[in-house]
């Protein structure tokens, strides 16, 4: 790990050890990697660090919270649910797939957004890092279907009892909702995950139940819930750093 740059605060990442979190950065970004590999992926992930976008010189940016300094998440069980969400999710005519074997369908519907594209972030470069964490068991997807065809859905990364949504799209109205609510309020619950981490707060997150935490409050509970621990051969190195 090497500092590139003072103002803004920005790291290059080269092993598992990523920047301190707390440290001041200008917009949540802590710094680059060169790759995506999935050991480096999932220790940054583990951590409380995640990978948003490849800029043109093949850099990939990480990020820990937003320019407040947030990081925003659902505790499990605790999705806001409308009427008419749980009317729906009552009916025949919707299904729920955990585990869609359809994920790459899943994945391309988040990148155009049901047809609207957006410059999505995802390129080929994560998709290649999500065939290897689908092949790992790390790369979850959940599935909505009305009248039997995909109409939305959402996919994310779980680390043992971590689990950090990635993106989500919708090709019907409030197929993406419906695929958030299940996950917050019975995938989670089911799996002892204690909350959903959602990245970057928004006012569409905070409406489905969101809850914008301060970076200090957020990190010690996903590191909790990842169960991270450096590796062996550098933890005597850790404990001379204060962490929180």
């Not at 649910?81 to 790459?104: G, M, Y």
């Not at 939305?152 to 409030?174: A, C, K, V, W």
């Not at 139940?209 to 200090?216: D, Y």
Request: glycine letters at 10%; charged letters at 20%.
């Amino acid at each position: 790990m090497v500092k590139i740059s003072s103002s803004p605060l920005i790291y290059f990442i080269d092993s598992w050890r990523f920047p301190h979190p707390f440290w001041d950065y200008t917009d949540g970004r802590v710094g680059i990697t060169d790759n995506l590999s999935p050991h480096l992926t999932l220790a940054g992930y583990s951590q409380g660090f995640f990978p948003w976008y490849q800029d043109e010189l093949g850099y990939f940016h990480w990020f820990v919270g937003d320019e407040k300094g947030e990081r925003m998440i659902i505790f499990a069980g605790k999705g806001r649910a409308t009427r008419k969400l749980r009317q729906k999710l009552a009916s025949p005519l919707w299904e729920i797939r955990v585990q869609d074997p359809n994920w790459l369908q899943i994945v391309r519907g988040c990148e155009t957004r049901g047809g609207e594209g957006d410059g999505s972030w995802i390129n080929d470069n994560f998709y290649q890092l999500y065939q290897q964490l689908w092949n790992m068991g790390h790369l979850k997807t959940i599935g909505v279907y009305y009248r039997g065809e995909l109409a939305g859905g959402l996919y994310g990364i779980q680390i043992n009892n971590y689990f950090t949504g990635e993106s989500m799209f919708h090709s019907r109205p409030d197929a993406s909702k419906l695929a958030l609510l299940y996950l917050t309020n019975v995938y989670a619950p089911a799996h002892d995950i204690p909350f959903i981490d959602c990245q970057i707060p928004n006012p569409y997150l905070a409406q489905m139940g969101g809850v914008a935490l301060p970076i200090k409050k957020a990190i010690p509970l996903i590191r909790h819930a990842s169960r991270w621990k450096p590796p062996l051969h550098r933890e005597r190195e850790m404990e001379k750093e204060t962490i929180f």
